[in-house]
């Protein structure tokens, strides 16, 4: 794992070389302070030389300027590998999820995506800072300061030797109970983002329906949830403070005791003043070195549980790639489902799709009608390749679309999907994801086959009114129109919509229908509808029902031969009757 997660490092590996030799700079003129200090106090205030002690004291400050600036050049350096670090580790992980399939995504989830690219990412950011800084200077001011002290007196060292492994095993068991916690609040997070991502983005249905105070119920238990398992964690860790200090406290005290009583026994001649106060700072150091490892632990058992669920993602291998040498051109729009079966799961006894075979001419207009669930978007999904097939193939211009290069097939099979967002940008860029080089005449010309012109140029703005986020400022017909020009500016040979004229009226559903005949025959064009007047003019109808093609004819051999497409037809008719 922190093999995959350094190479995020990159370009900033210079910065985070030279800050451990910053630390180290720093930790050296810690630890010479100290034994300047004791000739000071032994050699120059005691014995009353103030030359020496003027020399000690010029020396005492060059000794303390030098640990400064070598500790504001580590801070620099090791600010600036970390940061590098976290925005390199973002794209990383924004890259793998920008090639992740539909089932990826599925199996992490949006929301869980969101939580790994920030806070995750933020946590993996602070420990990689404190690795470069702390991690080196704790244990090295540790392992020097332990030396100096025993070689000062080696009979004193024995207290830190009695009272370190004591807090050292303290800390183990405190933290040992805090990671599993770790674990658990992430994952909460995630349960967090993925409530308050529903609520946003589904605002005004929230309003609609006046239940305001039922999801600030749901969100108040999630965040209980996260307050309830962290305030245990911090609990546990909370120990850790009070222990420390009581243990320095204790030291000195103890040092102070037994280092008095030799002074006072031996007559300065086994332990001086100057030594004493040395030996009290070198144990003052040894314990705050300590203190530091245990928040380092404490930091890096918080980061642990973030750097595994983002290597989580960076492992993760989409499951949907192009082969070796795939194909870089699709002939034309015929499309052949050859004995297809589909499960989003691993599980033959849940396949939404089950032993499909059909052909589809290219140029030919086909409707899709079938129940909520039945296997619709499912079935056109596969086209693109946007799942792949469980069993059998799927063709597109008698290739199998698995051997197609991905951006060659999605180019040529464009479709607006029944989640189709718009993003937020003017209306000609919007528009132009579907051809960047794309001329205004062209967005211009797509925008009347899909007929949105017409509500566009009413705005004051026209072609450039500003478009929010999710398409939040338009409506959702409108929105519908917008998508399907976007697909039409690929020039596709297949073009799929998946219920994509479900919010416009039957009059601008019947324009589009004819604006696709006449303006662009050689396209093979799929349209599921729950309307039948939207497929009833069709080359042909397929009926799904549980995931099987139930009637696959025209609206008249339908009509005549296929009971659930009649029965459809009927109740339609029967509601466009009552209305009339």
């Not at 602070?126 to 800084?133: C, I």
Request: charged share 25%; glycine share 6%; with cysteine.
């Amino acid at each position: 794992m922190l093999k995959k997660l350094s190479k995020s490092v990159r370009e900033y590996k210079w910065a985070a070389f030279i800050t451990p030799v910053f630390v180290t700079l720093e930790v050296i003129m810690e630890v010479v302070i100290p034994l300047l200090m004791a000739n000071l106090i032994d050699d120059g205030v005691y014995m009353g030389e103030m030359n020496a002690a003027l020399k000690i004291g010029v020396e005492l400050i060059i000794a303390a300027v030098l640990s400064l600036i070598f500790g504001c050049l580590s801070g620099i350096t090791a600010s600036k590998a970390s940061a590098g670090f976290a925005k390199n580790l973002r794209k990383d992980l924004y890259y793998k999820v920008q090639d992740f399939s539909f089932a990826n995504i599925d199996k992490f989830s949006t929301a869980s995506l969101v939580t790994r690219l920030t806070t995750d990412v933020s946590n993996v950011q602070q420990a990689f800072q404190m690795l470069t800084r702390i991690t080196v200077r704790a244990p090295l001011m540790l392992v020097i300061s332990v030396i100096m002290a025993i070689n000062i007196n080696a009979e004193l060292s024995m207290i830190l030797l009695i009272i370190v492994p004591i807090i050292a095993i303290t800390l183990f068991f405190i933290l040992r109970y805090v990671h599993p916690l770790m674990e658990k609040v992430f994952r909460k997070y995630d349960d967090l983002n993925e409530v308050v991502e529903e609520n946003v983005s589904g605002i005004r249905v929230v309003k609609s329906f006046v239940i305001e105070e039922k999801e600030k119920k749901k969100f108040g238990k999630v965040s209980s949830d996260i307050y309830n398992t962290f305030s245990k964690a911090e609990k546990i860790m909370a120990f850790t403070m009070p222990t420390m200090q009581f243990a320095i406290y204790l030291c000195i005290i103890l040092i102070s005791w037994f280092g008095a009583n030799i002074i006072v026994n031996t007559g300065m001649t086994d332990l001086t003043t100057g030594q004493l106060m040395t030996f009290i700072t070198y144990s003052i150091q040894i314990l705050s070195s300590l203190m530091m490892i245990s928040m380092v632990i404490m930091m890096l058992t918080i980061a642990r549980a973030s750097a595994e669920r983002i290597y989580e993602v960076l492992i993760e291998e989409p499951n949907i790639k192009d082969k070796e040498n795939p194909v870089t051109e699709v002939k034309n729009g015929d499309i052949e489902f050859n004995n297809v079966s589909f499960s989003y799961v691993d599980d033959k006894e849940k396949e939404c799709l089950k032993d499909i075979n059909l052909k589809i001419e290219s140029g030919q207009t086909i409707g899709i009608i079938g129940g909520t669930g039945s296997g619709k978007s499912s079935l056109v999904n596969l086209i693109p390749r946007l799942y792949d097939v469980t069993e059998g193939s799927v063709k597109v211009g008698d290739v199998d679309v698995r051997d197609y290069d991905l951006k060659t097939l999605r180019d040529q099979v464009s479709c607006v999907l029944q989640k189709n967002v718009l993003f937020s940008g003017t209306i000609t860029e919007n528009i132009k994801w579907g051809d960047e080089n794309a001329s205004d005449e062209e967005v211009q010309r797509v925008c009347k086959l899909a007929q949105a012109d017409e509500f566009i140029q009413g705005f004051p703005d026209k072609y450039n009114t500003y478009i929010e986020q999710g398409g939040t400022n338009v409506s959702g017909g409108q929105k519908q129109r917008l998508c399907i020009a976007r697909a039409l500016l690929k020039k596709p040979k297949i073009l799929i919509l998946d219920d994509s004229t479900s919010a416009v009226d039957t009059k601008t559903d019947s324009l589009i229908r004819k604006a696709f005949r006449e303006e662009i025959p050689d396209t093979t064009k799929i349209i599921i509808a729950q309307r039948i007047s939207s497929v009833e003019d069709a080359d042909k109808i397929i009926v799904i029902d549980d995931g099987k093609i139930n009637g696959f004819g025209t609206h008249e051999e339908l009509l005549k031969n296929n009971a659930i497409y009649k029965e459809v037809y009927d109740s339609q008719m029967k509601g466009s009757d009552t209305d009339a």
